[in-house]
């Protein structure tokens, strides 16, 4: 189950690549675009007791509700993990444990960490969120590799200036 949330953040970044410098919304306009299928970022604040986010499933659109006065990590990894639950098309109430959700953002209390949504959920739909947001964020986080091919062209290119002015 691991792997194979593993395995769908990998095709779905294959797909939408993460963008470098990271932008939340630029990547969910383009997997929106991918999807054929309207996503809205819904900005929430948060009270204690209350939701960190959650995902609501309309006729014509996917909201992806997430709360926004906790550290800009947080809020990314809180809106993949609901983008998560989404693109896996879980039906559950999602909890995200204290744990889980203070690896991500030590900076919060544990108050914080309530994440609810309308129906019961299984674990296992919420460790596959889990594990697919952690994959997606770190992805996001993680600069490009240089591509050997572009990098051995601009060398060739470069070495044929210096001959031709040089
Ligand atoms: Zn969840």
């Known amino acids: 189950m691991v792997n194979r949330a593993r395995r769908r953040a990998r095709t779905v970044l294959a797909a939408v690549p993460a963008p470098y410098p990271w932008s939340l919304d630029n990547w969910v306009d383009r997997l929106e675009q991918h999807r054929g299928r309207p996503i809205d970022l819904v900005e929430m604040v948060y009270t204690p007791g209350g939701p960190v986010g959650a995902w609501r499933a309309r006729p014509d659109r996917d909201l ?69 947001a952690t994959a997606l964020l770190s992805a996001a986080t993680t600069p490009p590799a240089i591509d050997p091919a572009a990098t051995d062209e601009a060398a060739r290119r470069a070495r044929r200036a210096m001959e031709v002015f040089g």
Do not use: K, W
């Not at 993949?80 to 900076?107: K, N, T, V, Y």
């Open 64 to 132: 992806i509700i997430y709360a926004v006065n906790t550290s800009l990590v947080h809020q990314d990894f809180v809106a993949l993990h609901e983008i998560a639950h989404m693109l896996c098309g879980h039906r559950g109430r999602c909890l995200i444990s204290p744990e889980q959700a203070a690896r991500h953002a030590p900076d919060l209390g544990e108050a914080a960490l309530e994440h609810l949504f309308g129906r019961a959920t299984t674990d296992e739909e919420e460790l596959e969120a889990e594990t697919m």
